[in-house]
C-alpha cells in the first residue's frame, strides 16, 4: 500500500477540517502570503504559482509598476481568492468517492465552489480511516490556514487558534 502525506487541519471559516497533500499545502501557503505581499502587479505577476492563480486579469495591461493590493482585488472582494483548503480534496479527486462519504459531506455552494466538510468532533475517527486506506496524517493549522487566508482574516484566526483550537 503506498502512503501519501496529508497535512491537515481547522478551517473556522467552513467549520470543517481541511486535508491537502503536505507538499501541495507548503505551496499553497508560499504561494497566498507572496501574493498577499506584492506590492505592484509587477511583483504579483513574478509569484510563482502551483494551486494558485493571479486575482486579476491575467491580460491587464496595467503597468508592472502599477500598484496592488491583494486584498482590494476584485477576486479576493468576491470570495474566490485564495483558492480554500476545504475545496482541495473535492476538487482534486484526493480521495475515492466511498471514502470521501465515509469521512464527510459534500456542501454546495451559490458562489465559490462546493467543499469537503468534515466535522471536527470526527477528527480522530477520520485520521485513523484514511490511515486503513494508506494515508498519513499530521495535523497543522496553521499551514493549514495560511494556504487559504491572509491578512486580517489569518491574523484573527491565528489567534482565535492560539487561545485554544478546537479539537
Excluded at 502512503?3 to 477540517?17: A, I, Q, R
Aim: proline residues 5%; negative net charge; charged residues 30%.
Amino acid at each position: 500500500m503506498s502512503h501519501t502525506s496529508l497535512v491537515y487541519g481547522y478551517d473556522p471559516f467552513h467549520e470543517s477540517l481541511a486535508f491537502l497533500p503536505e507538499d501541495v499545502a507548503v505551496e499553497m501557503a508560499t504561494e497566498v502570503q507572496a501574493m498577499a505581499a506584492a506590492r505592484t502587479l509587477g511583483e504579483a505577476r513574478a509569484v510563482e504559482r502551483r494551486h494558485t492563480w493571479l486575482p486579476f486579469d491575467e491580460e491587464s495591461e496595467d503597468d508592472d509598476d502599477t500598484a496592488f493590493d491583494v486584498e482590494e482585488s476584485a477576486a479576493f472582494a468576491d470570495g474566490d481568492w485564495p483558492p480554500m483548503a476545504t475545496q482541495y480534496a473535492l476538487d482534486q479527486q484526493l480521495f475515492p468517492e466511498e471514502l470521501r462519504e465515509d469521512i464527510g459531506q459534500v456542501v454546495r455552494t451559490t458562489l465559490n465552489g462546493d467543499y469537503l466538510k468534515i466535522p471536527a468532533s470526527r477528527e480522530k475517527e477520520v485520521v485513523a480511516l484514511l490511515g486503513e486506506h494508506g494515508f498519513v496524517c499530521r495535523r497543522d493549522d496553521e499551514l493549514v490556514l495560511r494556504s487559504s487566508y491572509l491578512g486580517e482574516n489569518l491574523q484573527q484566526f491565528l489567534v482565535q487558534r492560539s487561545e485554544g483550537p478546537s479539537r
